[in-house]
């Protein structure tokens, strides 16, 4: 049975402020600079942003930089309105740098997509979503100061700046880690998450991105693999 700590952290609807370590690797070898491609994966439980990179966007991604998230509001699970302070979970894209916000820096994410058009809230679903630096959150990923100006300069880094994938889930999508949050999941929860794990599962086979598409009833289905 899980502990009451841990079941405290996954209900807990307090910004979690998440320990500051993390492990970098500034240019792997055969991945020259500038990065083609620039990806993205935030898992919300471990407080992790996972920083990928590719020459091209149907090539293999290596991994630059694992950085520690400082701070997320909320509880595990979508966002769906405005003002539930939740961090969302799907798939998303950087839309926007702004390198004068009052956090520091920050990249706005196309909250809501046409997922979330479907899912969410029809009238307030909420919006203005982004990655930024301090330690304070009210939706949004922080990455706190150092860390914001790690990730930024990743990004700025890539060639193709108006293409960088953000995937945000509420923990690794392995199997054992998923059964320890299904007691205190919602039935949304649960058909989202289980929407998400081929994401996570087929770019963890091979680091190629797969071809993901948005159903008429905003389900993310996986329609081709990496080779």
Known sequence: MPSLLLVAMIVATLTAICALSWETVLNPEGLAKPYGHIYLRAFKRECEMEVWAAPGQSMKYRR?????????????????????????????????????????????????????????????????????????????????????????GFCKMAVYTDDIEVHIFPTRMTEDRLQVLKPYATGEDLKLWAELKPVFTEFNRNHRMPVVTIQPDGAYKVVSFGL
């Open 64 to 152: 630059l930089a694992v950085l520690p998230i400082a701070a997320l509001s909320g509880r595990l699970g979508p966002k769906r309105r405005e003002g539930d302070k939740q961090v969302p979970e799907g798939l998303y894209r950087v839309v926007k740098f702004n390198p004068d916000s009052a956090y520091t820096l920050s990249m706005g994410l196309d909250y809501p997509n046409q997922s979330d058009a479907v899912r969410s809230d029809k009238t307030k679903p909420g919006g203005e979503i982004f990655i930024h630096g301090k330690a304070v959150s009210a939706g949004c990923l922080a990455m706190g100061d150092d860390g914001i100006r790690k990730l930024y």
